[in-house]
């Protein structure tokens, strides 16, 4: 299992090579978090506990929100997410987690033809 | 020690907090002790583990009474059919629906049937992604149905379904 520590936090953004005026792009996105999962005590009950995960992201371009995700701890390790976005002008891509102890972890790309 | 360094951390942000109300209302508004502490409440709660669920009843939840269509081609699913660490497993959903202003895909819920929870995620799309596809990864607790249910922005449901096969658990929250 990769090594979640010092890093947290710190999110990559990965966009095409190139990218051409009115196509549909795909962009990855990673953030390191280690996505807390259940511990249980000897009776198999969770332990009742606020766990370390991240429950949204947002997506926005040149400001406006183009895709949400909720996301429980049933997401991996370093929550990964791949979606399209239609460009039709250069802007700006802001990615934005935020987890259950509410700090929020942001990264951007800068898209241009 | 930690508690203490815990509690001064949510103090600041609550701070922060509060400071992003008075900048965007640009009133400048007193919160007591009270608010400060309701905050923290709410806070508190999101990470506090929530009761199992069985499949059905997670599919009640999201979707009511609503009938749900198979999704006959329109919907594809990617996901290997054995994950030999269910703690790391990519899923592809895959909608060959319209992306239009008028008709579009709304919302796209994975599922894991075998998981405690069974909701993996769910993905809010706008007409401007330009097409409905999302990958990520989830976590499988054991050999489990995966489901991609797709929501269009008129109510309308399609579903997939595909069988994985996991070795390992992954201890799905």
């Known amino acids: 299992m990769a090594e979640v520590g010092a890093d947290i936090g710190r999110v990559r953004i990965r966009?095409?090579?190139?990218?051409?005026?009115?196509e549909v792009i795909r962009i990855r996105a990673l953030v390191t978090h280690p996505m807390e999962i259940l511990s249980f005590d000897k009776d198999q009950k969770p332990l009742p506990k606020n766990y370390q995960f991240v429950y949204q992201i947002v997506v926005t371009y040149n400001g406006k929100e183009i895709l949400q995700a909720e996301?429980?701890?049933?997401?991996s390790q370093n929550p990964f997410v791949a979606f399209p976005l239609k460009v039709t002008e250069p802007g700006k891509l802001v990615i934005t987690f935020t987890d259950t102890h509410g700090?929020?972890?942001?990264?951007?790309a800068e898209i241009a033809f | 020690m930690k508690c203490t360094l815990d509690m001064a951390k949510l103090t600041r942000r609550n701070l922060l907090r509060a400071w992003g109300i008075i900048g965007s209302t640009g009133v400048i508004v007193s919160l007591g002790l009270g608010g400060f502490m309701q905050v923290a409440a709410q806070q508190a709660q999101l990470g506090m583990p929530k009761p199992d669920e069985k499949v059905e009843d997670t599919i009640n939840r999201l979707f009511g009474n609503r009938s749900i269509a198979p999704a006959d081609g329109k919907v594809k699913?990617?996901?290997?059919?054995?994950?030999?660490n269910g703690a790391v497993v990519p899923v592809t959903v895959e909608a060959d629906l319209p992306m239009t202003p008028?008709?579009?895909?709304?919302?796209i819920y994975?599922?894991?049937?075998?998981n405690r929870r069974p909701l993996n995620a769910k993905f809010s799309l706008t007409p401007e992604v330009g097409q409905a596809t999302i990958s990520t990864n989830i976590r499988l607790a054991q050999t489990?149905?995966?489901?991609?249910?797709?929501?269009?922005?008129?109510?309308?449901?399609?579903?997939?379904?595909?069988a994985v096969k996991v070795t390992v658990g992954g201890c799905g929250g």
Not at chain 2, 102 to 107: D, G, I, P
Not at chain 2, 145 to 160: F, H, I, K, Q, W
């Open chain 1, 15 to 22: 966009l095409p090579a190139t990218i051409s005026q009115g």
């Open chain 1, 71 to 75: 996301t429980t701890q049933a997401v």
């Open chain 2, 77 to 84: 699913l990617e996901a290997p059919l054995i994950a030999e």
């Open chain 1, 103 to 108: 700090k929020t972890y942001e990264g951007s």
């Open chain 2, 144 to 162: 489990t149905d995966v489901r991609a249910v797709v929501e269009m922005n008129d109510g309308a449901l399609y579903m997939v379904k595909q």
């Open chain 2, 110 to 114: 994975i599922i894991a049937d075998n």
């Open chain 2, 102 to 107: 008028q008709n579009y895909v709304k919302s």
